[in-house]
Nanobody, 122 residues
Framework: QLQASGGGLVQAGGSLRLSCAAS????????MGWFRQAPGKEREFVAA????????YLADSVKGRFTISRDNAKNTVYLQMNSLKPEDTAVYYC?????????????????WGQGTQVTVSS
């Protein structure tokens, strides 16, 4: 089970940190990722992180602004979002994958959280 939290309303240029707590499985066995879906748009990849946290993979649209990290002792993955823009407004989902390496492909993720709303006002 994945439980995402930390979303909210923020002004452009502001920051938010999303958290995703995992339970029921060996957290460190999974690649963890964040995706987002804006109204009327398809779900898109945001970030992924390897089992150990030593390797990260970010979408071009968020590079330099977002950071993904994980704490395997707490079974939690984080998405630090800085310099937020109105186009970052979306429901953000965390997901877990048994893929052999970090992946941006949604169909390679086996488990999904319920999503948390992020709204960035201009």
């Amino acid at each position: 089970q994945l439980q995402a939290s930390g979303g909210g309303l923020v002004q452009a240029g502001g920051s938010l940190r999303l958290s995703c707590a995992a339970s029921g499985r060996t957290f460190s066995d999974y690649i963890m990722g964040w995706f987002r879906q804006a109204p009327g748009k398809e779900r898109e990849f945001v970030a992924a992180i390897s089992w150990s946290g030593g390797s990260t993979y970010l979408a071009d649209s968020v590079k330099g602004r977002f950071t993904i990290s994980r704490d395997n002792a707490k079974n939690t993955v984080y998405l630090q979002m800085n310099s937020l823009k109105p186009e970052d407004t979306a429901v953000y989902y965390c997901a877990a994958s048994r893929a052999p390496r970090s992946t941006y492909k949604a169909h390679e993720y086996n488990y999904w959280g319920q999503g948390t709303q992020v709204t960035v006002s201009s």
